[in-house]
């Protein structure tokens, strides 16, 4: 099914493809929609609503429309010009050009679908194989044929099955294999112990690059993945600043980052500047947010550098390599202390104490008469695991750890999965309503 046109009150038309069902058909549409915007033939909207009678004035440049769900998850329309597309490629593509990933390639490659083509992250594989295609002359988009059908579970099967024809391909084509997944997938390869996930995890590595963005990855999954070969590379970015822009903690090239109110420790509010950033929000009623995005006042013979100021507490270090500890938003008062619920996430990754017996966990802030907000915790199990146990073992895990007592949870409750937002993202609002409801 080709995607439908709609009237636009600039001089290109819409696109909106039909909803996505994670078939090869429906990528497909979305394919050969985000080719004709990449070829200037087309504006492709995904936004959450339907497109405006007219632009606002400042986003006539407005290529892409994409949906971000915010700290809220309420979903909002992220305008993207195709300038910022690309400056966000390029910036790829230069650095996997000099650090060895594609240096005969300049930098592009064949891609592996794997992400839903209506996020910024599964865009931009798409759109990334229509720029290698653009720079390298070739005749289609350096994509599978056929593409992959993403309906089924993602497992250790499913991965190989759909990655070895791409890895052939890319082979005959003469470019290196690149792919982009979330946590959960690179997750479920690298720790499996089947022998369907050990050969998975020969078939990645055998791919030049693998994105892993969307959320935070464990630092244990990371460390088993790059022992086992593996060219994982962390990527930090948002629908904002048209994905990935900052690799491996490091800002591609072109992107600058620094912190707004930085406390005593160092942290404060990450803020961005980069070509690759958005135009701005575009609202339902007809209208625009450019609140987070700022123009810094320069000379007037030069067009001002525009920042984007993240919910993100970051630190950076001396050699300005990006540590993000959260969003500003997340933070819990309880008591009067304030308590970053990825400190202690992080601290229940890493306990020896619960290794092989928590799977993932959310901390959160529930209101409470006395506390003002008191810290629990959702956590989900490996396989036979006991429900029953789990809340004093995870509280007796922190308390051997350097966890301060006032960030302990409170309450445990387990889950069957985490809820989810996005492509990987932990829906923080709605595992704060659901621990609100659990008893203890």
């Known amino acids: 099914m080709s995607p439908a046109v709609l009237p636009s009150a600039g001089d290109l038309p819409w696109l909106v493809p ?32 339907d497109p405006p009678a007219q632009l606002p004035a400042g986003f006539e440049d407005t290529a892409l429309v994409v949906p971000t769900s915010g700290s809220t998850g309420s979903a909002k329309a ?17 650095l996997f050009a000099a650090d060895g990933t594609a240096p005969d390639t300049r930098g592009h490659g064949f891609w592996l679908p794997l992400l839903p083509p209506t996020h910024i992250a599964g865009v931009q594989v798409l759109a990334r194989a229509h720029r290698t295609a653009q720079v390298l002359g070739l005749h289609a988009p350096a994509l599978p044929d056929p593409l992959p059908d993403l309906r089924g ?63 935070a990855t464990s630092p244990d999954v990371l460390a088993r993945a790059r022992a086992q070969k593996i060219a994982v590379r962390t990527t930090y970015g948002s629908s904002e600043t048209a994905g990935g822009c900052v690799y491996d903690r490091v800002p591609l090239p072109g992107v600058a980052l620094g912190l707004d109110g930085a406390d005593a420790s160092g942290a404060g509010r990450l803020r961005i500047t980069s070509p690759t950033l958005a135009l701005g929000y575009l609202t339902p009623d007809g209208g625009d947010d450019d609140g987070p995005f700022t123009a810094d006042a320069v000379s007037p013979m030069t067009a001002p550098p525009r920042s984007f100021l993240t919910s993100d507490l970051a630190e950076l270090g001396a050699d300005g390599a990006l540590t993000v500890l959260g969003r500003a938003d997340d933070v819990i008062n309880s008591g009067g202390r304030k308590v970053l619920p990825q400190d202690v996430e992080r601290a229940i990754d890493r306990s020896l104490m619960l290794r092989g017996m928590v799977r993932a966990s959310v901390v959160v802030g529930v209101e409470d008469p006395d506390w ?42 387990v889950v069957e999965q985490l809820p989810l937002l996005g492509i990987g993202k932990v829906d923080r609002a709605t595992a704060r309503r659901l621990a609100a409801t659990r008893t203890a």
Do not use: Y
């Open 18 to 49: 039909p909803v996505d069902d994670a078939s090869a058909t429906s990528l497909a549409a979305h394919a050969a929609a985000i080719g004709e915007m990449m070829q200037g033939r087309a504006r492709l909207w995904l936004g959450p609503f």
């Open 78 to 94: 992220v305008a993207l010009s195709r300038e910022a597309l690309r400056a966000s490629q390029e910036a790829t593509a230069q």
């Open 153 to 215: 579970h993602f497992d250790a099967d499913a991965f190989t099955a759909l990655a070895e024809p791409v890895l052939e391909q890319a082979a005959r084509a003469g470019l290196p294999a690149l792919t982009s997944l979330v946590p959960t997938q690179l997750t479920r390869i690298v720790t499996g112990a089947t022998g369907s996930d050990a050969r998975a995890r020969g078939v990645l590595k055998r791919f030049a690059a693998v994105l892993v963005g969307g959320a």
């Open 372 to 413: 003002g907000q008191r810290v629990e915790a959702l956590v989900t199990l490996e396989p036979g695991m006991d429900p029953a146990e789990a809340s004093a073992l995870v509280r007796s895990a922190l308390r051997t750890s350097e966890v301060p007592a006032h960030m302990i949870p409170k309450r445990v409750h």
